[in-house]
């Protein structure tokens, strides 16, 4: 199994309660960590959930949110120690993707007007695996994992999630829970954009110049991290106050874009083979330009208009509109300039965290937490991301007790309690 799921990168496609599990692992020696279910004590658990699409009011924390049960042989059931919070979620919270997300979720959706409230968001989780189906072969209870956790699915801001086998990875050994939580969400999207998208993997990166839009933020300071593990020169834009963050990452040149016309300082530079957009807008057009013209050149980006056009369109409408968008768009850039030009998206991969895991625990790519927050403090953490100018990801401690900065914590008490106790006998022999 665990070959089964190694990512070729070479070849690929282009294309607060915590107790109420009794863990039974069962130990055939043939079958690595097949596990039979706990009986379940609890059939509730605490959430950060929405009743409704809205602003930052919506957010609820609830302690009657379903517990996410185990109910495919492949599920794997997962204590959520850290999330943390990703655009989209902030976006999901106004509705944003509703339509499309909801078929996904429940295609009988589009027959009736089956409810998808309470909705937990959170894309991201770093925790242990408690339960785990009879087909589970690569988790058992007790693991420690990551994962990126799909948007049609109810999300981490919760005691509990539930995964199949296939999205989930064993967490870095060298990460906390609350650095491990930052990384999974960004990473399955920039492997599915710079790999699936754009082709590039570790061994054909060496002679790539790619430009990153947007370095600063989430998915830009991963991706810097993980092209300049493969071998790649990396030209990022962002903020003049971003340079120094993106520059300790690696990036080998940074451009301000505030500081003038951005297209013309990216313009002076040797061409590009790949740019990652992270941005969108006005910088599609400008990127164009910049990318080797007839030599295989790839333009990805993020930003793309899929689910917005099915919330105003309609699934039907808007899925043919935004498919006649690319088309058009790819055509285009293939004729004129031989330009492949790609849309990337979030795909669910957990073969491809593993990957990740081992350049974490090779020290090559660090964790970029800007801010934490506890679990009290959802809605404080979801308004710092609409602030936006994120450098990095802002973190969710939804269980404090195993988070090795509450550890520490503990240790430091511990340590203090035992300074004063022998300053006390001190004291008290001086008497
Ligand atoms: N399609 C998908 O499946 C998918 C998956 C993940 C993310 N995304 C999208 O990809 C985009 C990036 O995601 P993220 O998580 O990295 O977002 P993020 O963490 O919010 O980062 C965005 C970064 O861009 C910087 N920035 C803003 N305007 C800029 C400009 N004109 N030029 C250069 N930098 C600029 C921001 O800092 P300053 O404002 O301070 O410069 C911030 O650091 C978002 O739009 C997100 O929704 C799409």
Redesign the pocket.
């Known amino acids: 199994m665990a070959l089964a799921r190694r990512l070729c990168w070479c070849s690929a496609k282009i294309a607060g309660s915590s107790k109420p599990f009794a863990s039974a692992p069962c130990s055939l020696p043939s079958r690595r960590n097949v596990c039979s279910s706990p009986s379940m004590r609890q059939s509730c658990m605490s959430a950060w959930a929405i009743g409704q699409y809205g602003t930052n009011e919506v957010l609820r924390y609830s302690e009657e949110i379903p517990v996410p049960t185990v109910s495919s042989p492949s599920d794997v059931m997962i204590k959520v120690h850290a999330t943390s919070l ?3 979620d902030v ?1 999901m919270r106004g509705g944003y993707g509703a339509k499309l997300l909801k078929l996904r979720r429940d295609p009988l959706s589009v027959m009736d007007s089956g409810c998808e409230f309470p909705l937990v968001l959170g894309r991201d989780v770093s925790g242990e695996v408690v339960d785990c189906g009879s087909e589970v072969t690569h988790f058992a209870p007790g693991d420690e994992v990551w994962a990126a956790v799909p948007p049609w699915k109810q999300g981490s801001l919760a005691e509990y999630v539930t995964l199949t086998e296939y999205e989930v990875s064993h967490k870095p050994e060298l990460l906390s829970h609350t650095e491990a939580a930052s990384i999974p ?2 990473a399955s ?1 920039a492997v ?2 710079l790999v699936n998208a754009g082709g590039l993997c570790r061994d054909t990166s060496s002679d790539k110049r790619v430009l990153i ?9 991963f991706s810097i991290q993980l092209l300049k593990a493969w071998g790649a020169h990396v030209t990022v ?3 003049q ?2 340079e120094g963050l993106v520059r300790g990452l690696g990036a080998d040149e940074v451009v301000d ?2 500081a003038g016309d ?1 297209a013309e300082q990216l313009g002076t530079m040797e061409k590009f083979d790949l740019i990652l957009d ?4 006005d ?1 599609e057009q400008q990127a164009m330009g910049l990318l080797k013209p007839w030599a295989g050149a790839k333009y990805i980006t ?3 208009p899929l689910l917005l056009n099915t919330d105003s369109m309609g699934l039907l409408d808007g899925a043919v509109n935004a498919g006649f968008t690319l088309h058009t768009k790819a055509i285009q850039n293939l004729i004129s300039s031989g330009v492949f030009y790609r ?4 795909v669910p991969d957990g073969p491809a965290l593993d990957e990740i895991t081992k350049l974490v625990d090779a020290g090559k790519i660090l964790p970029v937490v800007e801010a934490q927050f506890p679990f009290t403090q959802v809605p404080q953490a979801f308004q710092k ?1 609409e602030q ?6 802002t973190v969710v401690r939804v269980t404090e007790k195993n988070d090795r900065q509450a550890e520490e914590l503990v240790q430091d008490a511990c340590r203090e309690a035992a300074e004063s106790e022998q300053d006390m006998q001190g004291s008290a022999k001086l008497q």
């Open positions: 990703n655009p989209l976006l969400y960004v999207t599915s954009a839009t947007g370095g600063s933020g989430g998915v830009g300071t834009t962002c903020s106050n971003a874009y505030t951005v992270n941005i969108g807008g910088t993020l930003v793309t849309w990337g998206f979030y991301l936006g100018h994120a450098r990095g990801k």
